[in-house]
């Protein structure tokens, strides 16, 4: 199956389908800043970050944009890795260390039967890296 075959049947045309980074050598990704999104509220039906939350020096700010520019009873997926205290570094002007998934649950205000998937490596063991991953629907 074609790519454009395989997001066809998922019911999202590749044509619909946007990305932002901030570099790329492809046409369908545009050049962004997750802290400052150039899309107008309410413009998208899923968001998937992908480990890419980490790199954020004001995750709130990022979260709050991702918040903005989704629909309402949008879904939204976060990936990130678990790092233990042991194995991090201070980033400069940090505001908010992500550890786990719940702490994007609770900033988001996800009620409980809006989680649709919750693997939280934090709570299963504190001292090991490993993959967070939470898709929740945001209902603004």
Known sequence: IRRSEKISSTHYDWKNINAIDLQTNSKKINLGDMHEIKYDNNSFDLIISGWTLAYSTNKKKALDEIIRVSK????????????????????KNNDYKLFSTKQLIEYCNIKKENILFNFDSYEINKNEKRHSIVIFRIEK
């Open 72 to 91: 309402k009873n949008a879904i939204i997926s976060i990936g990130f890795t678990f790092v233990p205290e042991s194995e991090t570094f201070k980033m």
